[in-house]
């Protein structure tokens, strides 16, 4: 089998190393140099949006799949299976259709307007009385998003982030936690199972609009677990994702889910699946773009955290690891990029413990140690 990857980042060398471990070759489309995934995939460097460079390459693979929602998989030559699904990129990869998807299955989501002018934006804020805009295409990791409770914050983000079709405007949540639900599905169903696993849930912490450290068993009460696996493969079966795909939950007051947003791939909060379950997303990623059985999602250890390696400095990367090794029970994984830069992902820490403050403590005194 030769599984393609659109993308050459760090998604797509943990998802090649694990493919790998399967025997499975790989074939990276990146539009420019990247080192993450060099060592382990065939990588051809190229316009991807050139039909002349995607065709050719496409038609090598068995399937393709992306490491992110924004790669052009609806250009892949019909006939090439493209996992998650052409369909369900174009949906989630424009936060507005994203909405409007769940909306129509009657998934619970915050409430939120899709603003076309700048006056309606304005009457979402006074509707709403806090709100959070988002750039329809093309956020992450807290770039794209704004937080207004002011008029002039709506004019502000307005300006900054809105396209032509205008952008989102959510009802701010005053949520009591942030989780994470990772589902891998296949296309098919046979006679060993079925077509979906879910990952148990991921309890989560941001700094600065990103992720700062997830960690596992989430420490909530079963009913709100039980509900948030549910939201999470009910969301994966309404967008029709094939493969894996992590959705991003809000815990209100009383315990209510509420679906903040969908990642059509392996996604950071689920990184501590390499070491701390059975199957890691990554290997499920491969089987399930493959239509193969899927493994067991389930942790193997009393508990984890995985803490993020961000880059603190511009220049060139040449790591000390030593200090970091040191630490009982934690797991460096770094990216292969040779350039670093202030806040951008080098890499992670995962600690596994008996508990998850254990894990923490070791995860996030790792991730302090590593130097880059």
């Given at each position: ?46 316009d ?40 369900a ?14 909306a129509?299955h009657?998934l ?33 990791d807290?770039y ?19 396209a ?7 009802a ?15 296309p ?11 990952y148990?849930?991921v309890r ?7 992720l ?35 959705v ?6 009383g ?56 880059g ?44 998850v ?7 996030e ?8």
């Open positions: 089998m030769v599984l393609g990857i659109l993308g050459g980042g760090q998604l797509g060398r943990m998802t090649a190393f694990a493919a790998a471990r399967l025997g499975v070759d790989v074939r990276v489309l990146a539009p420019s140099a990247s080192g993450p995934t060099a060592p382990l995939a065939h990588v051809t460097v190229g991807w949006e050139d039909a002349s460079v995607l065709g050719p390459w496409a038609e090598a693979c068995d399937v393709v799949t992306v490491e992110s929602e924004w790669a052009p998989a609806d250009r892949v030559p019909a006939g090439v299976p493209v996992r998650p699904g052409v369909e990129l174009v949906a989630i990869r424009h936060k507005g259709r994203q909405r409007a998807r769940l129509e009657g619970p989501q915050p409430a939120h307007v899709w603003a076309a002018t700048r006056g309606e934006a304005l009457a979402a804020l006074e509707r709403f009385g806090a709100v959070v805009c988002k750039r329809f295409e093309g956020s992450y807290g794209g998003n704004a937080t207004c409770r002011t008029e002039a914050d709506v004019q502000a983000a307005w300006d900054d982030l809105s032509e079709d205008g952008l989102l405007v959510e701010f949540v005053p949520f009591e936690a942030e989780a994470a639900v990772t589902v891998a599905r296949r098919t169903v046979d006679g060993r199972g079925g077509a979906a696993v879910v148990p849930v989560s912490e941001h700094r600065d609009h990103r700062w450290a997830a960690w596992a068993p989430a420490g909530f009460p079963e009913s709100v677990e039980a509900e948030a696996r549910r939201v999470a493969l009910a969301t994966v079966e309404a967008l029709d994702v094939v493969g894996v795909a992590t991003e939950v809000f815990v209100a007051e315990g209510a889910v509420l679906v903040n947003e969908v990642a059509p791939r392996p996604h950071n909060t689920a990184h501590l699946t390499i070491d701390a379950s059975h199957t890691s997303q990554f290997e499920n990623h491969v089987r399930a773009v493959l239509d193969w059985p899927l493994g067991d999602p389930g942790l193997r250890v009393p508990a984890a955290c995985v803490v993020n390696v961000l603190e400095r511009e220049g060139g990367v040449a790591p000390g690891l030593s200090d970091a090794l040191a630490v009982d029970g934690a797991s460096v994984h770094l990216y292969g990029k040779t350039e670093v830069r202030p806040a951008r992902k080098m890499g992670h820490v995962t600690a596994t413990a008996p508990t403050e254990a894990a923490r403590e070791r995860a005194a790792a991730a302090e140690a590593v130097r880059l």
